[in-house]
Structure formats: C-alpha cells, structure tokens
C-alpha cells in the first residue's frame, strides 16, 4: 500500500472545500487543497454580484466555531434585499420567485427553537470575504492549499485515493470534491447527476445605459421574462430560453447583452458599454449518492439549481459542517458503524427539497398565463402572517432538521442557544469541534456517561435563562440535538444514542 501524505484531499477552494477544511484540520487531520485558480480575487466575488444570503444554519455555524465575528461586511448589511428605502415593518426581507415578504408579517414566536439568545437568522457577506476568512482560518489550522493547480484525474484503491495535477500526482486516504457544479471530481469518479433540465438563461451584467429612464426600477416581471435593476448600471435578466444562450458558451457582447435587455424590458434602451458580464441557469441536478468508495462530493459539486432564493451556499456549508466531524472520525478510527454513510443519508434530503424550492420558484415566474395566475395567487398569500413566517421560514434555514427519530421534538434540530445564568452561551463551548452533553441539572450520572468518551463529548452543566422545558441533551459536533430528555434522563437511552454518534474510550 502507498504511504498516504494527506487524510484528504479537497479539490476546490471554494467557500465550502475551505470550510470543510477547517472542519477536517480542526479535529487534526492532515488536508491539502487543490485549487485550479491562481488568483482568488474576481468581480464576481465582490459587490454586488458576490453578494450572498447567509442563513440561520450557516449563521450558527460560523458563529460555533469563532468565524461570524471575523465576518465584517455583516456588521454594516444585515438582511439581504434590504434597500435604504425600505424600512419599519414594510421592509422587504427576502423574497419568494421575486415576491417579496416583510419584517413585519413574520411571526417568531412559531419558531419554538429560537431563543432570544439565538444568532441572527438571515445576514449578508460576499463571496471575496468569506473565502477571505475561511482561507486565513484555514491556514491557521495547517491547512496547505496550493493554487494554480487543477485536479485533472483520479483513480481509487481500496486504501486511498490518488489525483493527478498538471504533472503532479498527490496521494490521500479521502477525497472530497468540492469544486463546483462543473466538478471532476464528480465526473471522474463515476458519480450519477440526475435531475432537470433548465427554463431560461440568466445575466448579471454591469452596463452603462444611455437612456436608463426607460428601464423600471426594481424587479420586473414582464412578458418575455424578468428584469432586475439593483443600483443603476447593475442588471439581472432572465431569459425564459431553455437555457439555450448559456450552454451555447458564445461569447456575451454587448449587442446581445443590448438584444436581450430590448426583448425582455419591451424597451429600446441603448447600452455604450458592458463593463462585465456572466450567465446562469436554474439547471436542477444532484448527485444520487453523496459518497463512492473513498470519495465524497459537497457543496455545488454535489448539488446545483439556480441561485433564486440564495440557498446554494448556505447548502453547501451545511454539508461541510455535517461531514467534517464524520469524515474525521473515520481517519482516526473512531468512528460507530454507519456514521459516515449518515452524510448522505441526512443531506441528500435537505439539497433535494433546496433544489425543489428552486424549481417551484421557476415555475411562477415563467412567463404564461398559467404562471402569472399563481404568482398573483402567492403574492396575495405573502401578506398573511402564516405564509410570510412560513417563507421567511423556509428561506433562512429555521426548519433545517434531520429525521433523526427520537422522542422529544427537539431531536434532529440545530440546539437553541441556551444562555446561561452566567451569560455564556451553549454556542461558545464549541469552538473546538467537540460533541456535548448538556445538563441543566448536574447530574453525576450523565458526568460519567460523557467522561466514558473522553474528549469526544464535553460535559457542560449548569442552569439556562431559558432551558425550553429541557433538562439534559446530547449535541453532535455539527451542533444537531441527537438525544433529549424533558423529565430524569433515561440513562439507557442516552448511552444507547451516545453510541451512534461516538466510540468510546475503551469500547
Ligand atoms: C448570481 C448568483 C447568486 C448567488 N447567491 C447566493 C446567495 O445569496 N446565497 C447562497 O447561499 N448561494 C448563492 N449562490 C450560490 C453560491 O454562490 C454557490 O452555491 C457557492 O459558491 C458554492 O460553493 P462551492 O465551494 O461549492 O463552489 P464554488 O464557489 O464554485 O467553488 C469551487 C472552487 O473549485 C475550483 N475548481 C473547479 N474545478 C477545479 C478542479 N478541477 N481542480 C481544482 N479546483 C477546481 C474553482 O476554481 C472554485 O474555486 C449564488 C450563485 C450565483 C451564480
């Protein structure tokens, strides 16, 4: 067998192979990252077009491992699709297909797992600033990340995996592509991507219009698709063209850019230059198995659909932050039986229902009568509390569960912040990655249970503000409640469950 240099390799320096990283090298794994681009900057990273929407998920897992306060644009813009305009309880939130919903018609308190003490549930960064902090993270952790160089083929032993790179060849135990919906790695390594095929071409472009009194401020559905003029100059476009533009790969020009915008606003607006531009689709596709031998797919590698809603980033995250811990305890052998199958078993259902969100969003902004009548069905409903909370909901990632089975209705759940009464908050105590067994009661038996697993689970006691009718429960390292108990813990049960999650010391 060939000596592995790495425990993983990630191709792709992504925002979600740099987190995932992270992941992997804070339980001590030794990770290299092969990243096809030179230069990590680009137009597209940055305002407006790298604008992301981060939600409650991702919010709290940057928050658990230190990183949402290293996060500076957050501090200036929070809530994405907020304009200076907007403001007091009309102030657009976010949006369904175009549609908005306010601040004012979303009713927290049907989010029973939210506490005071919760992070923010929706907030904005850019693509540039994100991978900014996670690449200096990264490296602090011993995470190598060589640039320049793009994984080309692989090939998969039963002990390991080895990548070619120009002339290069890497060897590792694992590998994880994270590189992007063109991903060889998923390519290469026999993966099935199924889904459906695309409506329409979008545009971001940056323009200069001589004559911008002709377009319509804001987002315009009319009746050859949909235009959006954010700030001026700045034009979203989408062409309800199955997709044709973009997989013909022709160069953008100006004409067409001028062409398009005509056709789609019904107005004769003149462009005299086109300082930037780049197409999208809403393509659906997802990779049926997350996982084949030892390589593993997350992020848009694994899943793509079009950007409506703002998801595919926050998705991806939410794959790093539930593999990372798995895959980790796999490399040191301490893995329970399963547990790294659970990967795809938990996360291929939540990308299925972001891709379906996508999909049905498409549908009503299509333009045909059929679409138009259940846009204006849905915007009606956008002004009931039940559907703005449902949406905002939805959208910012509050009912993100796995099915984890359990009793209590907490279980499968991201654990509410518990504050307690010396003002720490259960968020704090992971940093390090660890998993928890939280006792509100101080319990000497639950004590012994976590300290059977040495540092795997840290046992943290002590009162909360607000405890939500809980008296002990079991976190996983990706912050998910495996295990909860509302009356005297059945100790059977949590020792049971603690062993699904975690090996024990001597086992
Ligand atoms: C217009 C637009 C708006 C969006 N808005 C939002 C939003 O508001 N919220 C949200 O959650 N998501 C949003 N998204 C989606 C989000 O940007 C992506 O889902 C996210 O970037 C995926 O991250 P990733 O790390 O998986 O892939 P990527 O960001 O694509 O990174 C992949 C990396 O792999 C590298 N790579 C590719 N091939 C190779 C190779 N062979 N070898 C080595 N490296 C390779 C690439 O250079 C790249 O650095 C938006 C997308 C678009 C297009």
Redo the contacts with the bound molecule.
Sequence with gaps: MKEATYDVII???????LFLACELALAKCRVLI????DNPYSPLKQLP?G?????APTIEALYRRGLLSELEIHKRLKN?HTTAVQQGPRRQVGHFAGIPFHEGDIDISQWKHRLPSSTETNL?TE?EEIETVLTRRAEVLGVEIKRG????SLHQTEDGVTVQ?DEQSFHSLWLVG????????RKAGGFEFAGTEPEFT?Y?TKVDIVDPEKLKPGRNLTKEGMYLQSQPGFIVIQDFDGGAFHNSEKPITLEHVQEVLRRISDAEVTISALHFATT?TDRARQATSYRNGRILL????AHIHS?LG???????LGDAMNLGWKLAATIHGKAPNGLLDSYHTERYPIGAQVLDWSRAQVMIMKPNPESRALNSIIRDLMDTQDTATYMAGRVWGIFTHYDLGGTNPLVGYSVPNFEFEDGRKIGEFMIDGQGILLDFDTNPSLKTLANEYGNRIKYVSGRAKEQLGLRSALIRPDGIIAWASEGEPDLQSARQEASLWFTQLIS
Excluded: H, Y
């Design positions: 191709s792709g320096a992504g925002p979600v192979g092969l990243e096809k681009t077009f604008i992301r929407g981060l939600s994405p904005i693509m160089l793009a994984l080309t790179s994270c590189d992007g919906a063109r991903s060889i790695v979008g971001s999208w997350a992020g848009d590698a950007p703002g998801q595919g980033l926050n998705l991806g």
